[in-house]
């Protein structure tokens, strides 16, 4: 089946120490997402890419990376985590003008 | 900025009673999705909506579309202990494909 695929499921990191969320799709959507949500509350878009074209949201701390290395690929990098960085990672696709997005089941993010 | 407001925040039911979350935009909006976030899940897709007036249903849940497009609701009729999680409207903020989330509402049932 056609779908988002996140790795890892869960991943604890080191205060400061750079992490990597990948996301892959079989969907062949243009368009893909990275949110961050926290506990209880709804997902905020960090960035997305169409196509090539990234998209970074004006409050994203510059903290957060990412890269688009082919249609398929999606990595978060998270360059110096913090204690409040700590949430779930969602990662989404769509393709554009054909309804609603698909999300990856997330990454959980825990920083020690 | 545009605002759109989505009530209530939680809503307590016993199983086989009725459901609506609501959505309230200050703008107009060019569509509307609603996504149903399961505890420790993902949000999952449910629906979409485009047209002023549009009325959708899906077995119990019952989507609408107002007419001025400034306003939508859910509703889940004989509620079951499977609806329980958090429903999310989804809404176009400037980007046609870049969407934004209400703040959920979230639904227990009481079995």
């Known amino acids: 089946d056609a779908m988002v695929i996140q790795n890892p499921r869960y991943q604890v990191t080191q205060f400061g120490k750079p992490v990597t969320l990948s996301c892959s799709q079989t969907?062949?959507?243009?368009?893909m997402y990275w949110y961050q949500q926290k506990s209880s509350q709804a997902p905020k878009l960090l960035f997305h890419y169409y196509d090539k074209d990234f998209n970074n949201e004006a409050d994203t701390p510059d903290n957060f990376q990412s890269r688009r290395p082919n249609t398929s690929f999606c990595f978060l990098d998270i360059r110096s985590p913090g204690l409040g960085d700590a949430a779930m990672y969602l990662c989404?696709?769509?393709?554009?003008?054909?309804?609603?997005?698909?999300f990856g089941s997330g990454t959980r993010l825990t920083v020690v | 900025g545009q605002q759109v407001m989505q009530i209530p925040q939680y809503q307590h039911v016993q199983e086989g009673e009725d459901f609506t979350t609501y959505c309230n935009s200050s703008t107009t909006l060019s569509n509307i999705q609603w996504y149903k976030q399961r505890p420790g899940g993902h949000p999952v897709f449910l629906i979409q909506l485009v047209k002023s007036g549009e009325v959708k249903k899906q077995k119990r849940l019952t989507f609408q579309f107002g007419e001025a497009k400034k306003n939508s609701s859910l509703h889940i009729t004989a509620t079951q202990t499977t609806d329980v999680g958090t429903y999310f409207c989804?809404?176009?903020?400037?980007?046609?494909?870049?969407?934004?989330f209400g703040k959920g509402t979230l639904l227990t049932v009481n079995p």
């Open positions: 989404a696709t769509s393709s554009i003008g054909r309804g609603g997005y698909t």
């Open positions: 989804v809404f176009s903020g400037g980007s046609n494909y870049k969407l934004t």
């Open positions: 969907l062949n959507h243009n368009v």
